[in-house]
């Protein structure tokens, strides 16, 4: 086993290393997270919409705990297919307008689950390339041809689908907004070329389901494609501040997957009161638009303040905000004086993101006040200045 100190050692030496940091939070302020006893603004959380410590989910959970217990005993094609789980997928399908609905264990579980229940030997996955982990995973494990095209580039994209024309499956898949840049995929164009050569289209909505849509739906249905996507994932992970992961597609689609992924079926269901908490978190996303209405307002309070300090964050609007530094160690430091701040952001180095482009994703939240947001605007720029960043 020595040599694992020799590679860590490297690792450390060239700032890549990782460690796992204690955080805790206080209910009553949902927009912090408490390390080493203090208190941080939380800017790298993925509670958008801040209903992680919803008290009506807490209260779902709760009963349902008592009344079906702690675990599901087994995977659901045995005997772990609680009641639970039928009301959720029936209220995804309807939420989302699609024939029916699958729920899996987790985001990365589902993306594995489902590209290797769709593609195998012989067949062709077209990734972008800043496609997140679990869809890279997903597609190695599947053992289909991949084939990444550079990212968002559709001419790209178009070469390679007609180069590999004949292959017997052709599944296009693609993140609707990307996780470490927060920009979005360009949905109407992927649409156009799967129809032109007559490939499936794959959507993982883990950053815009809950907050794009006026019901939340997704960047999908907000540009009025729902209908041209075949597979939609998205997750309870993040928006929806629960866990667990979701598939809505044609009622063929959700059979194929309960015959043939395997995350599905080698694995225990989830727990039914996190089920039950899904579904509450469910309603709520539907009903509180106050809640989407809120996050794009710290959206855009927080991107113009950066900017305008001359910060180059590209534009958009979404809630995820790359402070790209390039340098590994640089980042890191950054991250660090933040902390003496009070501001929890962290770096994110490559593999991650690709090489040379470490960077500080900040991720908003509904639950931010303005003056919270404008605040660690200043004091980033303090620190960019400082560090010539700026
Ligand atoms: C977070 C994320 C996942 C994984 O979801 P989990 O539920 O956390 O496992 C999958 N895809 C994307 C794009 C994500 O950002």
Same mark, same amino acid.
């Given at each position: 086993?020595?040599?694992?100190?020799? +590679? &860590?050692?490297l690792l450390s030496v060239a700032s890549l290393e990782r460690s796992l940091q204690d955080?805790?939070?206080?209910?009553?302020? %949902?927009?912090?997270?408490? $390390?080493? +006893?203090?208190?941080? @603004?939380?800017?790298?959380?993925?509670? !958008?919409? #801040?209903?992680?410590?919803?008290?009506?989910?807490?209260?779902?959970?709760?009963?349902?705990?008592?009344?079906?217990?702690?675990?599901? #005993?087994?995977?659901r094609l045995v005997t772990g297919n609680r009641a639970p789980y039928r009301r959720l997928?029936?209220?995804?399908? +309807?939420?989302?307008?699609?024939?029916?609905a699958l729920v899996i264990?987790?985001?990365?579980?589902?993306? =594995?689950?489902?590209?290797?229940?769709?593609?195998?030997? #012989?067949?062709? *996955?077209?990734?972008?390339?800043?496609?997140?982990?679990?869809?890279? /995973?997903?597609? *190695?494990?599947?053992?289909?041809?991949?084939?990444? !095209?550079?990212?968002?580039?559709?001419?790209?994209?178009?070469t390679l689908l007609s180069k590999y024309r004949d292959c017997r499956r052709k599944l296009i898949v693609t993140d609707a907004v990307f996780s470490m840049d927060g920009d979005k995929a360009c949905l109407s164009e992927l649409a156009l070329l799967k129809q032109e050569f007559g490939a499936m289209l794959m959507v993982d909505e883990a950053h815009s389901g809950g907050i794009y849509g006026r019901r939340g739906e997704g960047l999908c249905h907000n540009l009025g494609l729902q209908d041209q996507v075949d597979i939609h994932m998205g997750t309870f992970s993040k928006s929806f501040g629960v866990y667990g992961? !979701? =598939?809505?597609?044609?009622?063929?689609? =959700? $059979?194929? &997957?309960?015959?043939?992924?395997? %995350?599905?079926? !080698?694995?225990t269901a989830l727990p039914p009161s996190l089920v039950a908490g899904i579904s509450k978190a469910l309603e709520l996303v539907i009903s509180d638009h106050w809640r989407r209405e809120r996050?794009?307002?710290?959206?855009?309070?927080? $991107?113009?303040? @950066?900017?305008?300090?001359?910060?180059?964050?590209?534009? #958009?609007?979404?809630?995820? *905000?790359p402070l790209i530094v390039g340098n590994n160690e640089v980042a @890191?430091?950054?991250?660090?004086? @933040?902390?003496?701040?009070?501001?929890?952001?962290?770096? =994110?180095? %490559? %593999?991650?993101?690709p090489d040379g482009t470490a960077r500080i994703r900040?991720?908003?939240?509904?639950?931010?006040? /303005?003056?919270?947001?404008?605040?660690?605007a200043d004091c980033i720029r303090t620190i960019g200045h400082r560090m010539g960043v700026l």
């Open positions: 086993m020595k040599w694992m100190e020799q +590679e &860590l050692r955080s805790s939070i206080d209910l009553e302020f %949902p927009g912090y997270t408490v $390390r080493s +006893e203090r208190a941080l @603004l939380n800017l790298s959380s993925n509670n !958008y919409l #801040g209903l992680a410590g919803h008290p009506a989910i807490i209260e779902a959970m709760r009963e349902a705990l008592l009344s079906e217990g702690a675990g599901s #005993g087994a995977s997928e029936q209220a995804l399908a +309807e939420w989302h307008g699609s024939e029916a264990a987790n985001g990365y579980m589902a993306n =594995i689950g489902v590209i290797g229940a769709l593609v195998g030997r #012989g067949d062709v *996955v077209f990734s972008d390339r800043l496609n997140h982990a679990s869809i890279v /995973d997903g597609v *190695v494990l599947s053992r289909a041809q991949h084939i990444r !095209y550079r990212h968002n580039d559709m001419e790209h994209l178009r992961a !979701y =598939i809505c597609g044609s009622r063929t689609l =959700i $059979r194929w &997957l309960v015959n043939h992924a395997r %995350p599905l079926i !080698y694995s996050l794009f307002e710290a959206t855009r309070i927080f $991107r113009s303040s @950066l900017s305008q300090s001359g910060f180059i964050i590209g534009d #958009g609007d979404s809630p995820i *905000v @890191l430091r950054f991250s660090r004086e @933040l902390e003496t701040q009070g501001i929890a952001a962290v770096a =994110i180095r %490559p %593999p991650t993101v900040f991720s908003l939240s509904a639950v931010h006040s /303005d003056k919270e947001l404008m605040d660690a």
